[in-house]
């Protein structure tokens, strides 16, 4: 955790769901000065899609320099038309490992680009877990998805920006460009802009592996009062969910807002097979029952909160690329609880052990498995290839227009959302 370090006088202001974070997101771009850095799992050419290809197009023309970074499995079917849009304004649209398929099927599913991070002109960051699909705001209807966000600025934005700049540099564009775009902002005001405490952790396959894991461990394991915890797939390592236990039994409030009615069966099987250790330790758990869960946030006591990309299961935890913050700040802390605790009176149902079904043999040693798998399984993922993450430009001058893109060039897949 060394590589992590708290950062004082931001401001912090939480966006839930769609409705809020989308229109301030579309202004933040259409009002910046000089730089727009996107990185998104999802995008789809849909409302909210287009309504991000209308302010980033906006923004290139007035001469603003925009970066648009999108996963290869996650982002579905572009078109040529919108592409080419986007590359016609100035737009430099990149795909992370696209992949390629064999036999119709995608076969890059493992290692993805999962966050969800936007930066302008170096002094207003937005990072959480929404993405830019329709799916996201209210009047798609039951499926559509609840969700958390937050707006930074301050000293910690700065931090964020070299970040994003560096995995283009990464990708291919080198450091004497990272130089040339940190200079380009180098004016960027970082002077302080509230009284919370920021820190930026993300996780990687290279040196930063267990990062997001290990300040959730530390956060749990030194809870005196109060831990909730709201993630849509919730399948944590062996060592979180035996925190979790001995925190409750050490008296502190453990409460776990998870999927009730979730956007895929297997997430909410998943789950509850953690149920009966969870509530025998005494660890509250509550399904969110109105539309699927997509939130990934936590507070602990009445100081720590986090909010970002990264689910508590194995893909987020050990291969996916994930970006949270941490936040110490009894204001913030006490809203994004407030919200939180707003769910569970009026929108979630409280699982009883009662309701479960009785043990047996065969539990017994479903159970045993299943723990085992949990306590090994980042070892295991190790053993998959750390391909070095490949960022392509999104090319659509040789495509006819509404026809698919070509694979490996620009990322064509099918729509799939464990996201």
């Known amino acids: 955790m060394s590589a992590h370090r708290w950062i004082p006088g931001n401001r912090v ?16 771009i259409r009002r910046a000065r000089r730089e727009v850095i996107v990185e998104t799992f999802i995008l789809f050419e849909d409302k909210i899609g287009l309504g991000l290809h209308a302010a980033l197009c906006e923004a290139a023309r007035h001469g603003v320099k925009v970066d ?11 078109s040529a038309g919108f592409l080419g849009a986007l590359a016609e304004a100035g737009v430099k649209v990149r795909v992370f490992d696209p992949g390629r398929r064999l036999l119709g099927q995608r076969l890059n ?6 966050r969800k991070i936007v930066v ?21 209807g039951p499926k559509a998805k609840q969700d958390y966000a937050v707006e930074l600025a301050g000293p910690v934005v700065a931090e964020i920006h070299r970040f994003v700049l560096r995995a283009i540099a990464l990708g291919g564009k080198g450091a004497r460009w990272f130089r040339r ?54 399948f944590p390592g062996y060592r979180i969910i035996k925190a979790l236990r001995r925190a409750a039994r050490r008296g502190v409030d453990v409460r776990l807002i998870l999927q009730g009615e979730p956007d895929m069966p297997i997430v909410k099987t998943a789950a509850s097979m953690l149920y009966h250790h969870l509530l025998h ?14 939130g990934k946030v936590a507070v602990v006591d009445r100081t720590w909160s986090t909010v970002g990309s990264s689910n508590l299961d194995p893909l987020s ?9 941490m936040v110490r700040d009894r204001a913030f802390n006490a809203e994004l609880h407030g919200r939180l605790d707003r769910l569970m009176q009026h929108s979630c149902t409280q699982v009883e052990a009662a309701q479960l079904q009785e043990w047996s043999l065969w539990r017994l040693v479903r159970s045993f498995f299943v723990f085992h798998f949990m306590r090994w399984y980042p070892s295991w993922a190790g053993w998959l290839p ?3 993450p490949r960022l392509e430009p999104a090319h659509a001058t040789d495509l006819a227009d509404g026809a698919r893109p070509t694979p490996g060039r620009q990322g064509a897949v099918t729509q799939t959302d464990a996201a």
């Open 281 to 294: 330790a005494g660890v509250r758990i509550h399904e969110y029952c109105e539309r699927p869960l997509h």
């Open 68 to 78: 648009l970074m999108i996963d290869g499995f996650g982002s579905p079917d572009l």
């Open 317 to 325: 935890l050990s291969l996916n690329l994930e970006a949270n913050v």
């Open 386 to 388: 750390r391909h070095v």
């Open 181 to 234: 775009r940190l200079d380009h902002t180098a004016d960027a005001a970082v002077a302080p802009a509230g009284d919370a405490e920021v820190m930026f952790v993300s996780r990687d396959n290279r040196r930063h592996t267990t990062d997001i894991e290990r300040h959730y461990l530390a956060a749990i394991r030194s809870a005196r009062e109060r831990i909730v915890i709201a993630n849509a797939y919730f």
């Open 120 to 140: 302008v002109d170096g002094e207003r960051a937005f990072v959480g877990g929404i993405n830019y699909s329709a799916d996201h705001v209210m009047d798609f």
């Open 109 to 114: 599913v493992f290692r993805r680009m999962h």
């Open 13 to 28: 202001e939480l966006l839930e769901n769609g409705e809020t974070f989308f229109p301030r997101v579309f202004e933040a």
